[in-house]
Protein backbone atom coordinates (compact mmCIF):
# COMPACT_ATOMS: atom_id res chain seq x y z
CA UNK A 1 0.00 0.00 0.00
CA UNK A 2 3.24 2.20 0.81
CA UNK A 3 4.19 1.58 -2.52
CA UNK A 4 1.25 3.13 -4.12
CA UNK A 5 1.27 6.40 -2.08
CA UNK A 6 4.82 7.43 -2.83
CA UNK A 7 4.41 8.37 -6.50
CA UNK A 8 1.63 10.89 -4.96
CA UNK A 9 3.53 12.38 -2.43
CA UNK A 10 6.66 12.71 -4.52
CA UNK A 11 3.96 14.22 -6.54
CA UNK A 12 2.71 16.88 -4.32
CA UNK A 13 6.16 17.60 -2.87
CA UNK A 14 7.37 18.34 -6.61
CA UNK A 15 4.11 20.59 -6.99
CA UNK A 16 4.96 22.26 -3.74
CA UNK A 17 8.40 22.84 -5.08
CA UNK A 18 7.71 24.26 -8.23
CA UNK A 19 4.80 26.56 -6.58
CA UNK A 20 7.85 28.01 -3.98
CA UNK A 21 10.20 28.70 -6.40
CA UNK A 22 8.06 30.26 -8.85
CA UNK A 23 6.63 32.29 -6.10
CA UNK A 24 9.95 33.24 -4.08
CA UNK A 25 10.58 37.15 -3.96
CA UNK A 26 12.96 38.39 -5.85
CA UNK A 27 14.47 39.60 -2.59
CA UNK A 28 13.91 38.57 0.94
CA UNK A 29 15.94 42.25 2.48
CA UNK A 30 12.06 43.95 2.61
CA UNK A 31 8.39 43.66 1.75
CA UNK A 32 5.97 46.01 0.97
CA UNK A 33 2.83 46.13 3.18
CA UNK A 34 1.58 49.12 1.27
CA UNK A 35 1.60 51.14 -1.23
CA UNK A 36 -0.83 54.39 -1.93
CA UNK A 37 -1.18 56.68 -5.02
CA UNK A 38 -3.44 59.58 -5.21
CA UNK A 39 -4.04 61.39 -8.76
CA UNK A 40 -6.25 65.04 -8.60
CA UNK A 41 -6.65 65.84 -11.90
CA UNK A 42 -6.95 69.18 -12.62
CA UNK A 43 -9.45 70.86 -14.91
CA UNK A 44 -6.93 72.32 -17.76
CA UNK A 45 -5.52 68.52 -17.75
CA UNK A 46 -2.43 69.03 -15.18
CA UNK A 47 -2.65 66.06 -12.45
CA UNK A 48 -1.07 66.41 -9.21
CA UNK A 49 0.04 63.01 -8.09
CA UNK A 50 1.08 61.64 -4.77
CA UNK A 51 2.71 58.17 -4.28
CA UNK A 52 3.22 57.04 -0.22
CA UNK A 53 4.92 53.52 0.04
CA UNK A 54 5.78 51.41 2.78
CA UNK A 55 8.51 48.69 3.34
CA UNK A 56 9.27 46.85 6.24
CA UNK A 57 12.91 45.78 6.38
CA UNK A 58 13.89 41.99 7.31
CA UNK A 59 17.75 42.62 7.14
CA UNK A 60 20.24 45.58 7.38
CA UNK A 61 20.25 47.67 4.26
CA UNK A 62 22.00 51.14 3.25
CA UNK A 63 19.23 53.01 0.64
CA UNK A 64 16.00 52.43 -0.74
CA UNK A 65 15.29 53.50 -4.70
CA UNK A 66 12.15 55.16 -6.45
CA UNK A 67 12.30 55.62 -9.87
CA UNK A 68 9.47 56.82 -12.50
CA UNK A 69 9.36 57.21 -16.59
CA UNK A 70 6.85 59.15 -17.96
CA UNK A 71 6.22 58.66 -21.74
CA UNK A 72 7.58 61.12 -24.76
CA UNK A 73 5.34 64.38 -24.52
CA UNK A 74 4.34 64.09 -20.81
CA UNK A 75 6.55 66.53 -18.27
CA UNK A 76 7.19 66.19 -14.64
CA UNK A 77 7.55 68.89 -12.47
CA UNK A 78 7.71 70.20 -8.85
CA UNK A 79 8.93 66.62 -7.35
CA UNK A 80 9.09 66.83 -3.59
CA UNK A 81 9.70 63.59 -1.30
CA UNK A 82 10.23 63.47 2.40
CA UNK A 83 10.47 60.50 4.75
CA UNK A 84 7.64 59.73 7.12
CA UNK A 85 8.67 57.34 9.12
CA UNK A 86 12.16 55.31 9.66
CA UNK A 87 16.10 56.24 10.59
CA UNK A 88 17.44 59.52 9.67
CA UNK A 89 18.84 59.89 6.05
CA UNK A 90 22.39 59.40 7.44
CA UNK A 91 23.71 59.76 3.83
CA UNK A 92 20.66 62.28 2.02
CA UNK A 93 19.21 62.12 -0.88
CA UNK A 94 20.49 61.59 -4.55
CA UNK A 95 18.30 62.93 -7.10
CA UNK A 96 18.90 62.61 -10.74
CA UNK A 97 16.78 63.80 -13.73
CA UNK A 98 16.60 62.20 -16.94
CA UNK A 99 15.06 64.89 -19.65
CA UNK A 100 12.27 66.50 -18.71
CA UNK A 101 9.99 63.43 -18.16
CA UNK A 102 12.22 60.66 -16.00
CA UNK A 103 13.14 61.02 -12.28
CA UNK A 104 16.05 59.02 -10.10
CA UNK A 105 15.71 59.25 -6.47
CA UNK A 106 18.28 57.51 -4.00
CA UNK A 107 17.50 57.54 -0.48
CA UNK A 108 20.90 57.08 1.58
CA UNK A 109 19.80 55.84 5.09
CA UNK A 110 23.41 55.16 6.13
CA UNK A 111 26.57 56.98 6.03
CA UNK A 112 28.27 55.02 3.25
CA UNK A 113 27.98 52.49 0.68
CA UNK A 114 29.94 50.45 3.24
CA UNK A 115 28.05 50.72 6.22
CA UNK A 116 24.15 49.31 6.95
CA UNK A 117 21.53 50.00 9.01
CA UNK A 118 20.63 47.34 11.44
CA UNK A 119 17.92 46.18 12.04
CA UNK A 120 15.68 45.32 15.23
CA UNK A 121 13.63 41.74 15.39
CA UNK A 122 10.54 42.91 14.70
CA UNK A 123 11.79 44.73 11.59
CA UNK A 124 11.99 48.37 10.66
CA UNK A 125 9.17 50.23 9.01
CA UNK A 126 10.48 53.00 6.43
CA UNK A 127 7.72 54.81 4.79
CA UNK A 128 8.33 57.49 2.27
CA UNK A 129 6.46 59.97 0.44
CA UNK A 130 7.13 61.35 -3.00
CA UNK A 131 4.90 64.30 -4.97
CA UNK A 132 4.94 65.46 -8.25
CA UNK A 133 2.79 67.42 -11.03
CA UNK A 134 2.22 66.21 -14.51
CA UNK A 135 1.44 68.14 -18.02
CA UNK A 136 0.01 66.50 -20.97
CA UNK A 137 -1.12 63.19 -19.19
CA UNK A 138 -4.28 63.06 -20.68
CA UNK A 139 -4.70 61.47 -24.48
CA UNK A 140 -6.99 62.98 -27.30
CA UNK A 141 -8.38 60.72 -29.01
CA UNK A 142 -10.56 61.50 -33.02
CA UNK A 143 -14.18 61.41 -30.47
CA UNK A 144 -12.64 60.90 -27.03
CA UNK A 145 -10.31 61.26 -24.11
CA UNK A 146 -8.49 59.34 -21.53
CA UNK A 147 -6.47 58.84 -19.15
CA UNK A 148 -4.12 55.79 -19.07
CA UNK A 149 -1.73 56.16 -16.21
CA UNK A 150 0.15 53.32 -14.34
CA UNK A 151 -0.29 52.99 -10.51
CA UNK A 152 3.08 50.83 -9.63
CA UNK A 153 6.00 50.02 -12.04
CA UNK A 154 7.08 46.93 -10.42
CA UNK A 155 8.60 46.16 -7.16
CA UNK A 156 11.13 42.82 -6.60
CA UNK A 157 8.77 41.59 -4.05
CA UNK A 158 4.97 41.73 -3.81
CA UNK A 159 2.70 44.62 -2.77
CA UNK A 160 0.20 43.57 -0.35
CA UNK A 161 -1.97 46.43 -0.47
CA UNK A 162 -2.14 48.81 -3.42
CA UNK A 163 -4.70 51.80 -2.41
CA UNK A 164 -5.42 53.80 -5.47
CA UNK A 165 -7.92 57.25 -5.26
CA UNK A 166 -8.13 59.02 -8.48
CA UNK A 167 -10.11 61.87 -8.91
CA UNK A 168 -11.58 63.75 -12.12
CA UNK A 169 -13.18 67.39 -11.94
CA UNK A 170 -17.11 66.72 -12.15
CA UNK A 171 -17.48 68.43 -15.86
CA UNK A 172 -15.44 65.68 -17.06
CA UNK A 173 -18.00 63.21 -16.31
CA UNK A 174 -18.16 59.55 -15.87
CA UNK A 175 -15.38 57.29 -17.36
CA UNK A 176 -15.52 53.96 -18.41
CA UNK A 177 -12.48 51.89 -16.05
CA UNK A 178 -10.18 49.34 -17.32
CA UNK A 179 -7.65 47.56 -15.33
CA UNK A 180 -4.18 46.07 -16.26
CA UNK A 181 -3.25 43.37 -16.19
CA UNK A 182 -6.33 41.08 -15.83
CA UNK A 183 -6.67 38.74 -12.98
CA UNK A 184 -5.25 40.76 -9.73
CA UNK A 185 -7.71 40.44 -6.87
CA UNK A 186 -9.41 44.49 -6.61
CA UNK A 187 -12.33 45.98 -4.76
CA UNK A 188 -13.45 49.71 -5.60
CA UNK A 189 -15.63 52.30 -4.59
CA UNK A 190 -17.05 55.53 -5.02
CA UNK A 191 -16.99 58.84 -2.83
CA UNK A 192 -18.35 61.56 -4.99
CA UNK A 193 -15.39 62.45 -7.50
CA UNK A 194 -13.16 59.81 -5.63
CA UNK A 195 -12.54 56.52 -7.27
CA UNK A 196 -11.30 54.22 -5.06
CA UNK A 197 -9.59 51.04 -5.75
CA UNK A 198 -7.55 48.24 -3.22
CA UNK A 199 -5.00 45.97 -5.04
CA UNK A 200 -4.39 43.17 -3.13
CA UNK A 201 -1.08 40.61 -3.13
CA UNK A 202 0.52 42.38 -6.51
CA UNK A 203 2.71 39.64 -7.64
CA UNK A 204 6.53 40.69 -7.62
CA UNK A 205 7.84 42.45 -11.16
CA UNK A 206 4.15 42.95 -11.68
CA UNK A 207 2.95 46.48 -13.15
CA UNK A 208 -0.46 47.82 -11.73
CA UNK A 209 -2.39 50.17 -14.41
CA UNK A 210 -5.60 52.14 -15.44
CA UNK A 211 -7.59 53.18 -18.36
CA UNK A 212 -10.65 55.88 -17.68
CA UNK A 213 -11.99 56.06 -21.02
CA UNK A 214 -14.43 59.57 -21.37
CA UNK A 215 -16.96 58.75 -24.57
CA UNK A 216 -16.60 62.38 -25.73
CA UNK A 217 -13.79 64.80 -26.37
CA UNK A 218 -12.80 67.07 -23.30
CA UNK A 219 -11.47 70.46 -23.83
CA UNK A 220 -8.36 70.81 -21.92
CA UNK A 221 -5.27 73.14 -22.03
CA UNK A 222 -2.58 69.74 -21.59
CA UNK A 223 -3.01 66.79 -23.36
CA UNK A 224 -1.40 64.11 -26.18
CA UNK A 225 -3.24 63.28 -29.46
CA UNK A 226 -3.22 60.14 -30.59
CA UNK A 227 -5.56 58.91 -33.73
CA UNK A 228 -7.85 56.24 -32.74
CA UNK A 229 -11.59 56.06 -31.82
CA UNK A 230 -12.98 54.50 -29.17
CA UNK A 231 -14.98 52.12 -30.20
CA UNK A 232 -10.93 50.57 -31.18
CA UNK A 233 -10.05 51.43 -27.51
CA UNK A 234 -13.90 49.37 -26.34
CA UNK A 235 -12.66 46.59 -29.04
CA UNK A 236 -9.40 46.40 -27.81
CA UNK A 237 -10.22 46.24 -24.26
CA UNK A 238 -12.85 43.35 -25.07
CA UNK A 239 -9.97 41.47 -26.77
CA UNK A 240 -7.36 41.37 -24.29
CA UNK A 241 -10.86 40.78 -22.03
CA UNK A 242 -11.14 37.53 -24.08
CA UNK A 243 -7.79 36.56 -24.59
CA UNK A 244 -6.92 36.22 -20.53
CA UNK A 245 -10.47 34.41 -20.08
CA UNK A 246 -9.80 32.07 -23.27
CA UNK A 247 -5.88 31.64 -21.79
CA UNK A 248 -7.19 30.68 -18.56
CA UNK A 249 -10.20 28.77 -19.52
CA UNK A 250 -7.91 26.28 -22.46
CA UNK A 251 -5.31 25.95 -19.57
CA UNK A 252 -7.47 24.83 -16.74
CA UNK A 253 -9.55 22.85 -19.68
CA UNK A 254 -5.93 21.32 -20.54
CA UNK A 255 -5.15 20.92 -16.53
CA UNK A 256 -8.43 18.96 -15.92
CA UNK A 257 -8.47 16.16 -19.39
CA UNK A 258 -4.75 15.49 -18.20
CA UNK A 259 -5.78 14.98 -14.83
CA UNK A 260 -9.08 13.04 -15.47
CA UNK A 261 -7.88 11.13 -18.58
CA UNK A 262 -5.38 8.62 -16.48
CA UNK A 263 -8.67 7.76 -14.14
CA UNK A 264 -10.49 7.20 -17.11
CA UNK A 265 -7.37 4.26 -18.50
CA UNK A 266 -7.40 2.95 -15.14
CA UNK A 267 -11.28 2.44 -15.14
CA UNK A 268 -10.84 0.96 -18.57
CA UNK A 269 -7.90 -0.88 -18.57
CA UNK A 270 -6.61 -1.36 -14.52
CA UNK A 271 -9.42 -3.43 -12.98
CA UNK A 272 -8.53 -6.31 -12.66
CA UNK A 273 -10.70 -9.68 -13.35
CA UNK A 274 -13.27 -11.20 -10.74
CA UNK A 275 -11.72 -14.72 -10.35
CA UNK A 276 -12.98 -17.40 -7.20
CA UNK A 277 -9.68 -17.67 -5.16
CA UNK A 278 -9.71 -17.14 -1.80
CA UNK A 279 -6.59 -19.13 -0.11
CA UNK A 280 -5.07 -17.21 2.80
CA UNK A 281 -1.66 -19.35 2.10
CA UNK A 282 0.09 -21.34 -0.61
CA UNK A 283 2.49 -24.20 1.35
CA UNK A 284 3.86 -25.15 -1.43
CA UNK A 285 5.46 -23.98 -4.23
CA UNK A 286 2.61 -22.80 -6.52
CA UNK A 287 4.22 -23.36 -10.01
CA UNK A 288 7.34 -25.09 -11.11
CA UNK A 289 9.10 -21.92 -13.20
CA UNK A 290 11.94 -21.15 -13.38
CA UNK A 291 13.36 -18.88 -10.19
CA UNK A 292 14.13 -15.72 -12.72
CA UNK A 293 10.77 -15.95 -14.61
CA UNK A 294 8.74 -16.02 -11.25
CA UNK A 295 11.24 -12.88 -9.94
CA UNK A 296 10.47 -11.04 -13.48
CA UNK A 297 6.36 -12.03 -13.68
CA UNK A 298 5.29 -11.61 -9.88
CA UNK A 299 8.12 -8.96 -8.26
CA UNK A 300 9.01 -7.00 -11.42
CA UNK A 301 4.85 -7.19 -12.51
CA UNK A 302 5.83 -8.68 -16.15
CA UNK A 303 9.00 -6.56 -16.27
CA UNK A 304 12.80 -7.36 -16.42
CA UNK A 305 14.18 -9.48 -14.07
CA UNK A 306 16.25 -7.45 -11.45
CA UNK A 307 19.68 -9.13 -9.35
CA UNK A 308 17.75 -11.17 -7.40
CA UNK A 309 16.42 -12.41 -10.11
CA UNK A 310 19.87 -13.40 -11.11
CA UNK A 311 20.72 -14.67 -7.26
CA UNK A 312 18.14 -17.16 -7.49
CA UNK A 313 19.06 -18.07 -10.89
CA UNK A 314 22.64 -19.22 -9.36
CA UNK A 315 21.15 -20.46 -6.31
CA UNK A 316 18.51 -22.78 -8.12
CA UNK A 317 21.93 -24.24 -10.43
CA UNK A 318 23.29 -24.99 -6.74
CA UNK A 319 20.14 -26.41 -5.98
CA UNK A 320 19.98 -28.67 -8.73
CA UNK A 321 23.16 -29.59 -8.56
CA UNK A 322 24.95 -28.20 -11.51
CA UNK A 323 26.91 -25.90 -9.57
CA UNK A 324 28.46 -25.55 -6.10
CA UNK A 325 30.15 -22.75 -4.14
CA UNK A 326 33.64 -22.51 -3.26
CA UNK A 327 34.17 -21.64 0.50
CA UNK A 328 37.33 -19.54 0.77
CA UNK A 329 39.63 -19.53 4.60
CA UNK A 330 38.12 -17.30 6.22
CA UNK A 331 34.72 -18.95 5.91
CA UNK A 332 33.22 -16.94 3.63
CA UNK A 333 31.72 -17.98 -0.33
CA UNK A 334 34.31 -16.78 -2.71
CA UNK A 335 33.59 -18.54 -5.90
CA UNK A 336 31.00 -20.45 -7.79
CA UNK A 337 31.98 -23.44 -9.61
CA UNK A 338 29.96 -24.70 -12.87
CA UNK A 339 29.62 -29.13 -12.13
CA UNK A 340 27.76 -29.43 -15.42
CA UNK A 341 27.32 -27.06 -18.73
CA UNK A 342 24.51 -24.23 -17.60
CA UNK A 343 23.71 -22.13 -21.29
CA UNK A 344 22.68 -19.01 -19.17
CA UNK A 345 24.73 -19.29 -16.39
CA UNK A 346 27.86 -19.46 -19.36
CA UNK A 347 26.28 -16.87 -21.60
CA UNK A 348 25.58 -14.45 -18.54
CA UNK A 349 29.44 -14.72 -17.54
CA UNK A 350 30.76 -15.55 -20.52
CA UNK A 351 34.78 -14.18 -20.66
CA UNK A 352 34.53 -14.11 -16.82
CA UNK A 353 34.89 -17.84 -16.18
CA UNK A 354 38.17 -19.74 -15.58
CA UNK A 355 37.94 -23.57 -15.75
CA UNK A 356 34.28 -23.48 -15.11
CA UNK A 357 34.68 -21.55 -11.83
CA UNK A 358 33.67 -17.39 -11.92
CA UNK A 359 35.91 -15.97 -8.52
CA UNK A 360 33.86 -13.13 -7.10
CA UNK A 361 36.83 -11.17 -6.27
CA UNK A 362 38.12 -11.43 -10.14
CA UNK A 363 34.90 -10.56 -11.46
CA UNK A 364 35.03 -7.32 -9.54
CA UNK A 365 38.66 -5.79 -10.08
CA UNK A 366 37.45 -7.48 -14.33
CA UNK A 367 34.92 -5.28 -14.28
CA UNK A 368 36.12 -1.85 -13.10
CA UNK A 369 37.49 -1.83 -16.31
CA UNK A 370 35.19 -0.39 -18.65
CA UNK A 371 35.48 -3.17 -21.67
CA UNK A 372 34.45 -5.76 -19.35
CA UNK A 373 31.94 -4.03 -17.85
CA UNK A 374 30.06 -3.24 -20.79
CA UNK A 375 30.71 -6.97 -21.71
CA UNK A 376 29.15 -8.43 -18.49
CA UNK A 377 26.25 -5.59 -19.16
CA UNK A 378 25.32 -6.64 -22.61
CA UNK A 379 25.43 -10.04 -21.59
CA UNK A 380 23.28 -9.35 -18.88
CA UNK A 381 20.57 -7.43 -20.43
CA UNK A 382 20.31 -10.17 -23.10
CA UNK A 383 19.53 -12.05 -20.34
CA UNK A 384 16.88 -10.01 -19.09
CA UNK A 385 15.28 -9.70 -22.45
CA UNK A 386 15.10 -13.53 -22.78
CA UNK A 387 13.44 -13.85 -19.52
CA UNK A 388 10.90 -10.94 -20.35
CA UNK A 389 10.44 -12.52 -23.66
CA UNK A 390 9.28 -16.17 -21.33
CA UNK A 391 6.95 -13.90 -19.23
CA UNK A 392 5.02 -12.74 -22.14
CA UNK A 393 4.82 -15.93 -23.67
CA UNK A 394 2.76 -16.91 -20.41
CA UNK A 395 0.01 -13.78 -21.29
CA UNK A 396 0.51 -13.26 -17.91
CA UNK A 397 -0.62 -9.06 -18.14
CA UNK A 398 -2.51 -7.29 -20.72
CA UNK A 399 0.20 -3.96 -21.13
CA UNK A 400 -2.00 -1.73 -23.13
CA UNK A 401 -3.42 0.83 -20.67
CA UNK A 402 0.00 0.87 -18.62
CA UNK A 403 1.65 1.46 -22.20
CA UNK A 404 -0.98 4.14 -23.30
CA UNK A 405 -0.60 5.74 -19.64
CA UNK A 406 2.74 6.40 -19.66
CA UNK A 407 3.04 7.62 -23.15
CA UNK A 408 0.20 10.34 -22.49
CA UNK A 409 2.13 11.20 -19.17
CA UNK A 410 5.03 12.13 -20.69
CA UNK A 411 3.96 13.69 -23.77
CA UNK A 412 1.05 15.47 -22.42
CA UNK A 413 2.01 15.50 -18.63
CA UNK A 414 5.61 16.59 -19.33
CA UNK A 415 6.64 17.29 -22.33
CA UNK A 416 4.10 20.12 -23.53
CA UNK A 417 4.00 21.55 -20.56
CA UNK A 418 7.32 22.11 -19.90
CA UNK A 419 7.50 23.85 -23.21
CA UNK A 420 4.59 26.17 -22.20
CA UNK A 421 6.92 26.50 -18.90
CA UNK A 422 9.65 27.86 -20.67
CA UNK A 423 7.95 30.08 -23.41
CA UNK A 424 5.83 31.85 -20.81
CA UNK A 425 8.95 33.52 -19.89
CA UNK A 426 8.61 35.16 -23.66
CA UNK A 427 4.79 36.31 -23.06
CA UNK A 428 4.14 39.84 -23.08
CA UNK A 429 4.13 41.30 -19.69
CA UNK A 430 0.02 42.51 -19.54
CA UNK A 431 -0.85 38.91 -19.61
CA UNK A 432 1.42 38.47 -16.19
CA UNK A 433 -1.35 37.37 -14.21
CA UNK A 434 -2.54 35.05 -16.62
CA UNK A 435 0.46 33.37 -17.24
CA UNK A 436 0.69 32.83 -13.31
CA UNK A 437 -2.49 30.90 -13.26
CA UNK A 438 -0.94 28.72 -16.45
CA UNK A 439 2.23 28.46 -14.71
CA UNK A 440 0.13 26.89 -11.31
CA UNK A 441 -1.61 24.89 -13.75
CA UNK A 442 1.16 23.35 -15.46
CA UNK A 443 3.10 22.92 -12.41
CA UNK A 444 0.01 20.67 -11.52
CA UNK A 445 0.12 18.81 -14.68
CA UNK A 446 4.06 18.03 -14.30
CA UNK A 447 3.26 16.51 -10.70
CA UNK A 448 0.36 14.53 -12.12
CA UNK A 449 2.19 13.01 -15.13
CA UNK A 450 5.09 12.74 -12.53
CA UNK A 451 2.77 10.14 -10.35
CA UNK A 452 1.43 8.33 -13.24
CA UNK A 453 4.94 7.45 -14.79
CA UNK A 454 6.22 6.49 -11.40
CA UNK A 455 2.89 4.82 -10.13
CA UNK A 456 3.68 1.09 -10.13
CA UNK A 457 2.86 -1.41 -13.83
CA UNK A 458 0.06 -2.96 -12.60
CA UNK A 459 -2.20 0.03 -11.92
CA UNK A 460 -3.01 0.54 -15.07
CA UNK A 461 -2.28 -3.11 -16.61
CA UNK A 462 -4.56 -5.78 -15.97
CA UNK A 463 -3.73 -9.27 -14.97
CA UNK A 464 -5.33 -12.23 -17.50
CA UNK A 465 -7.48 -14.68 -15.36
CA UNK A 466 -4.85 -16.93 -15.32
CA UNK A 467 -2.33 -14.12 -14.38
CA UNK A 468 -3.88 -13.00 -11.91
CA UNK A 469 -3.82 -16.48 -10.33
CA UNK A 470 -0.29 -16.76 -11.27
CA UNK A 471 0.31 -13.65 -8.99
CA UNK A 472 -1.89 -14.17 -6.30
CA UNK A 473 -0.98 -17.73 -5.60
CA UNK A 474 2.79 -16.73 -5.61
CA UNK A 475 1.93 -13.52 -3.13
CA UNK A 476 0.15 -16.26 -0.56
CA UNK A 477 2.93 -18.32 -1.00
CA UNK A 478 5.35 -14.96 -0.27
CA UNK A 479 3.01 -14.37 2.80
CA UNK A 480 3.72 -17.53 3.81
CA UNK A 481 7.40 -17.20 4.15
CA UNK A 482 7.12 -14.97 5.75
CA UNK A 483 4.69 -15.58 8.30
CA UNK A 484 6.87 -17.31 10.89
CA UNK A 485 4.39 -18.71 12.68
CA UNK A 486 2.50 -20.09 9.55
CA UNK A 487 6.02 -21.76 8.77
CA UNK A 488 6.98 -23.06 12.06
CA UNK A 489 3.47 -24.77 12.31
CA UNK A 490 4.29 -26.43 8.89
CA UNK A 491 8.25 -26.91 8.62
CA UNK A 492 9.88 -28.29 5.18
CA UNK A 493 9.20 -31.77 5.29
CA UNK A 494 12.31 -32.29 3.13
CA UNK A 495 15.74 -30.82 2.32
CA UNK A 496 14.69 -30.36 -1.70
CA UNK A 497 11.52 -28.07 -0.06
CA UNK A 498 13.98 -26.22 2.23
CA UNK A 499 16.15 -25.06 -0.84
CA UNK A 500 12.89 -24.39 -2.89
CA UNK A 501 11.80 -21.86 -0.42
CA UNK A 502 15.40 -20.24 0.05
CA UNK A 503 15.54 -19.97 -4.28
CA UNK A 504 12.00 -18.83 -4.62
CA UNK A 505 12.38 -16.46 -1.45
CA UNK A 506 15.48 -15.01 -2.80
CA UNK A 507 13.44 -14.50 -6.46
CA UNK A 508 10.80 -12.40 -4.50
CA UNK A 509 12.96 -10.39 -2.68
CA UNK A 510 13.03 -11.66 0.58
CA UNK A 511 15.37 -14.20 1.15
CA UNK A 512 17.20 -11.94 3.66
CA UNK A 513 13.88 -12.26 6.06
CA UNK A 514 13.02 -15.72 5.07
CA UNK A 515 16.88 -16.93 6.34
CA UNK A 516 16.41 -14.88 9.84
CA UNK A 517 13.37 -16.97 10.44
CA UNK A 518 14.67 -20.69 8.97
CA UNK A 519 17.83 -20.03 11.76
CA UNK A 520 15.05 -20.38 14.07
CA UNK A 521 13.86 -23.64 12.44
CA UNK A 522 17.72 -24.83 12.30
CA UNK A 523 17.34 -26.16 8.47
CA UNK A 524 19.07 -29.72 7.48
CA UNK A 525 22.88 -29.66 7.04
CA UNK A 526 23.17 -31.43 4.28
CA UNK A 527 20.89 -29.11 2.85
CA UNK A 528 22.69 -27.76 0.04
CA UNK A 529 21.18 -23.88 -0.62
CA UNK A 530 19.43 -23.31 2.78
CA UNK A 531 21.48 -24.11 5.26
CA UNK A 532 24.40 -22.13 3.48
CA UNK A 533 22.26 -18.83 2.88
CA UNK A 534 21.51 -19.25 6.70
CA UNK A 535 25.14 -19.17 7.90
CA UNK A 536 26.16 -16.90 5.25
CA UNK A 537 23.59 -14.39 4.08
CA UNK A 538 25.93 -12.35 2.61
CA UNK A 539 25.96 -14.08 -0.02
CA UNK A 540 23.07 -12.78 -1.44
CA UNK A 541 24.93 -10.09 -1.71
CA UNK A 542 27.34 -11.32 -4.00
CA UNK A 543 25.50 -11.12 -7.63
CA UNK A 544 23.74 -7.19 -6.50
CA UNK A 545 27.16 -5.80 -5.61
CA UNK A 546 28.43 -7.54 -8.90
CA UNK A 547 25.72 -6.07 -11.40
CA UNK A 548 26.47 -2.30 -9.29
CA UNK A 549 30.41 -2.43 -9.57
CA UNK A 550 29.87 -2.68 -12.96
CA UNK A 551 26.56 -0.22 -13.64
CA UNK A 552 29.51 1.84 -11.80
CA UNK A 553 32.30 1.49 -14.09
CA UNK A 554 30.39 2.45 -17.31
CA UNK A 555 28.75 5.59 -15.34
CA UNK A 556 31.87 6.97 -14.32
CA UNK A 557 33.40 6.47 -17.94
CA UNK A 558 30.31 8.09 -19.47
CA UNK A 559 30.20 10.89 -17.25
CA UNK A 560 33.25 12.28 -17.70
CA UNK A 561 33.30 12.13 -21.41
CA UNK A 562 31.60 14.31 -23.12
CA UNK A 563 1.06 47.47 -30.11
CA UNK A 564 -2.26 49.05 -30.35
CA UNK A 565 -1.97 53.18 -31.02
CA UNK A 566 -4.89 53.65 -28.11
CA UNK A 567 -2.03 52.41 -25.67
CA UNK A 568 -1.85 48.04 -25.01
CA UNK A 569 -1.76 46.94 -22.00
CA UNK A 570 1.28 47.85 -20.10
CA UNK A 571 1.63 51.00 -21.90
CA UNK A 572 0.40 53.19 -19.61
CA UNK A 573 1.71 56.37 -18.72
CA UNK A 574 4.45 56.24 -15.14
CA UNK A 575 4.77 53.43 -12.58
CA UNK A 576 7.63 53.68 -10.15
CA UNK A 577 9.71 51.52 -9.98
CA UNK A 578 10.76 50.44 -5.87
CA UNK A 579 13.65 49.00 -4.71
CA UNK A 580 16.47 48.87 -2.38
CA UNK A 581 19.39 47.38 -1.46
Not at 18 to 23: N, R, Y
Not at 55 to 79: C, H, I, N, S
Amino acid sequence: MFKRIVPFLIATILFLILLFVAHRPGTDLFEIPQVDYTLFMNADGTANVTETFTLRFKKPFRYVTWALDMPEGVTMQDLQYEVLQGPPLLGGVQERKVGPNSFDLLFQFSRSKEEYVQIPPQGLIVQLKVSYSVKNLLIQGRDFTQLFIKYLGEAPVPVKKLDVRIVFPSEFGEPKVYHHPWGLQVSSSKDGRIKNFVFSNVPPNCFVEGRYVFDRPILVQEARHQDVSVREVINYERGYFLKNVIGVALAASYTLFVTLFPLYLYRKFGREFSIVYDAEYEREVPYRDSPDVVNAAVRRLCSTPDEQGLNSLLLNAVKEKKARFIIGQNGEVVALELLSNDDVITKIFDGFLQDGKLNFQAFRKAVQKESNARKFLENYRRWQQNVLRQVREKNLMDEKGNKVAKSFAFVFAVLIPMVVLFTSANFDSAFRVVIDYVRILMFLCLSVGTAVLLLRKDVFSRWTQEGLLYYLKWKNFEKFLLDFSALSSHPPASVAIWDDYIVYATALGIAKTVAENFKKLNPPSESSVASLVVIQPRVLDVVPTMVRTASQTVSKSSSSSGGFRGGSAGSGAGGSRIGAG
